[in-house]
């Protein structure tokens, strides 16, 4: 149904910043609302931003003012820009989607219906 390739991760002191990429590859790239996730080691998934196909878009209260989700329908890619980046928001981030007609939040791990593979970030000094 829906295949997701991320990518931008890495290595980076606390402060700086870094952009994921998530190609979302589906017959129609518009049905769905794209989360992405942060997995810290020993922790479950937590939603990190999402979009929907409206183009509003939700925040974890902890990366408010900080990051920002954004997607080119064009290019058919989902983008998380990351800035003043702290070691806390270190993990692998996934992207992943939901149907943008089932409710509830794009932020919730347990609604999403397929996911990528992950990219890595590491924010330390």
């Known amino acids: 149904q829906v295949r997701l390739v991320e990518s931008g991760g890495g290595l980076v002191q606390p402060g700086g910043s870094l952009t994921l990429s998530c190609v979302v590859t589906?017959?129609?790239?518009?049905?769905?609302?794209i989360g992405w996730f942060r997995q810290a080691p020993v922790q479950r998934p937590e939603g990190v931003a999402c979009i929907n196909n409206d183009g509003s878009s939700d925040y974890n209260e902890t990366v408010k003012g900080r990051f920002t989700i954004s997607k080119d329908n064009a290019k058919k890619t989902v983008y998380l820009q990351m800035n003043n980046l702290e070691p806390e928001d270190t993990g692998v981030y996934y992207c992943a989607a939901k149907r943008s007609w089932y409710p509830g939040s794009c932020r919730e791990p347990g609604l999403m219906i397929s996911w990528g593979e992950g990219t890595p970030v590491t924010v330390t000094s």
């Open positions: 589906v017959l129609a790239a518009d049905d769905y609302s």
